[in-house]
């Protein structure tokens, strides 16, 4: 019955418009391809990271990128609290590159449990502008053009649970490569150099 009631065209728009967006390296893909690597708590981080893009999407195709757009103290707050955590974080990975020692056989190492990652990502997701301007703002606007809204925005929802699972569980067949420390040193050393031009790019548009 609810297939019956899909647009065909919004919904291959959504998916689309959805998976065009978020293939893009950010701070949610970064830390999802170093779960997704060290096997650890894969699973809920790939759904924490698609149901709050569905939520989100959710929130644009409802209205919500046109009350985000009237207010801007709410994205400028969004923007600083964003700005601080990408920050914090890339210096966390910075030191983690400096360091080293990583690597998937650490088996004696004590991993963050799964409140902790599970907060991680959620800070990555939820702060993140970045992450509201492509979901809420610009996927409720685009969601506009479309005969049939609902299925625009399942579509995205759709795209957003494909590509999440897929990152997080296809990142082992880089295992391999990532059984040497040096990797993990380039690894961590990239993701600090992401958060901070997020970050710089938030500060910069201040």
Not at 15 to 36: C, D, M, P, R
Request: net charge positive.
């Amino acid at each position: 019955m609810i297939a019956q009631g899909l647009d065909g065209a919004s919904y291959a728009g959504g998916l689309g418009t959805g998976l065009s967006l978020i293939v893009a390296i950010g701070a949610q893909n970064a830390f999802v391809l170093k779960q997704g690597l060290l096997r650890r708590h894969v699973f809920w981080v790939c759904l924490v990271c698609a149901l709050s893009d569905a939520a989100l999407i959710a929130a644009g195709v409802a209205g919500a990128g046109a009350l985000a757009q009237g207010a801007p103290w709410f994205l400028a707050a969004m923007r600083w609290g964003g700005a601080a955590f990408l920050l914090w974080y890339g210096l966390r990975s910075a030191r983690a590159a400096l360091r080293g020692g990583e690597s998937l056989q650490a088996a004696g190492a004590a991993a963050p449990s799964l409140g902790a990652t599970l907060a991680t990502i959620t800070a990555l997701t939820w702060l993140n502008p970045h992450v509201w301007l492509d979901t809420v703002v610009l996927l409720g606007a685009v969601s506009a053009g479309y005969p049939h809204p609902l299925s625009f925005a399942l579509g995205a929802m759709t795209g957003s649970f494909l590509f999440f699972f897929a990152l997080g569980y296809g990142a082992r067949l880089l295992a391999p490569v990532f059984a040497r420390p040096l990797a993990w040193r380039v690894l961590d050393g990239l993701v600090a150099l992401v958060m901070w031009s997020i970050a710089g790019s938030l500060i910069l548009r201040g």
